[in-house]
């Protein structure tokens, strides 16, 4: 009898363990962040391209930057086009500078940093995969007062050489002197409330700034980073709010996985182009996927994606890095690496 008893427990135990798997469920979905440069018009052939590596990447999500919208023309509409005709349903909104695809329709689209002289800006959308809602941001942020490069004996105005500036109290004064922090402040009282509502909240861009998790003590005398270690305002900022670095979740190590996504080797243009501070090492980490932490929310890849090379003192190097680059296609439209994450949803 007893014999009988403990079967039976064992058989409801295993009956309630399949029960309750065969009620859970698990998706997955992609987001891409792709400065395209100009809207791809710096590379001859790099509309298209745009268009070949977002079809190529299966985002989801796509967030960009450098929609400028030019000659009257609508950018999102262009691309969402451009995709419908290479078989890909996207949808899409009017954005100055940032844009936004999702693969499912929209809900709702708001304005959170407005472009006001060239200084950046940043967008959202609302929509639903499945029963689940998403917050998507996506930004641009200033690209003025860029104090990574005074670190390294240029001008984060000018890019004229000057003294590099090691002291940290004046890096952070630079920086600060940009609105790259307003932007993300106003991004945290709009995502709190996305957090609130039970969506998943995402925000992809181009920082134009770096992150402290790359700038740390192992990495302080790499990179021309000139001894010093920088708690960088955005990534500080994003991080105190419990917001996560898809990269550095993925991969922690900045020295063997230092994530450079600009500038890249893009080889179809003049080198000329490429260079910034010819004299100094300034690639860098400045394209981010951050997301919030979501019960059965799990990051499960992230990849870098384009040309296996970076300008390192004016000049095109090979990657020598651990990083997972994904080479592009055919031509690279941009002088940015995308970044492309992938997460699962359990619910």
């Known amino acids: ?16 363990v399949f029960g309750l798997s065969s009620c ?14 100009q809207e791809g018009t710096v590379v001859k052939g790099g509309f298209a391209a745009l268009a070949d590596e977002i079809v190529r990447s299966d985002a989801d999500f796509v967030t960009l930057s450098e929609v400028r919208n030019y000659h009257n023309t609508r950018f999102c509409d262009r691309i969402v086009e451009a995709l ?9 909104f009017y954005t100055e500078d940032s844009g936004l695809l999702s693969r499912y329709p929209i809900s709702d689209s708001t304005t959170i940093y407005p472009l006001n002289d060239d200084r950046g800006s940043m967008y959202r959308l609302v929509t639903k995969k499945g029963e689940q809602e998403f917050a998507v941001y996506t930004t641009h942020l200033d690209y003025r007062n860029c104090a990574y490069y005074d670190v390294r004996g240029y001008n984060g105005n000018t890019w004229e050489k000057e003294e590099a500036v090691t002291d940290i109290d004046s890096i952070l004064f630079l920086n600060r002197a ?16 996305d957090r609130e509502a039970g969506r998943i909240v995402i925000l992809g861009g181009d920082f134009n700034e770096p992150s402290h998790l790359d700038w740390t003590e192992a990495t302080k005398d790499m990179f021309d980073h000139h001894g010093v270690v920088v708690p960088w305002d955005c990534s500080m900022m994003l ?20 994530g450079f996504t600009c500038p890249a080797a893009c080889p179809d243009v003049d080198l000329k182009r490429l260079v910034w501070s010819p004299e100094a090492d300034d690639r860098d980490r400045i ?5 919030a932490p979501f019960e059965g929310l799990s990051l499960t890849n992230v990849s870098i994606i384009g040309p296996k090379g970076d300008i390192l003192r004016g000049e095109r190097v090979t990657e020598e890095t651990s990083d997972p680059i994904i080479e592009p296609l055919a031509i690279w439209p941009t002088d940015h690496k995308a970044v492309l994450a992938t997460f699962t949803l359990t619910k």
């Open 24 to 37: 859970q469920k698990t998706e997955t979905f992609k987001v891409l962040q792709f400065n395209i440069w």
């Open 84 to 92: 419908k005709e290479r078989g890909q349903t996207y949808y899409s």
């Open 178 to 193: 940009s609105v790259r922090d307003d932007a993300i402040a106003k991004f945290l009282v709009e995502a709190k409330k």
């Open 1 to 16: 009898m007893r014999k009988d008893n403990l079967r039976a427990t064992f058989l409801l135990l295993l009956m309630l």
């Open 239 to 258: 991080a105190k709010a419990g917001f996560k670095d898809s990269y550095r979740e993925m991969y922690p190590d900045p020295v063997r996985y230092p």
């Open 287 to 291: 394209d981010f996927i951050m997301y």
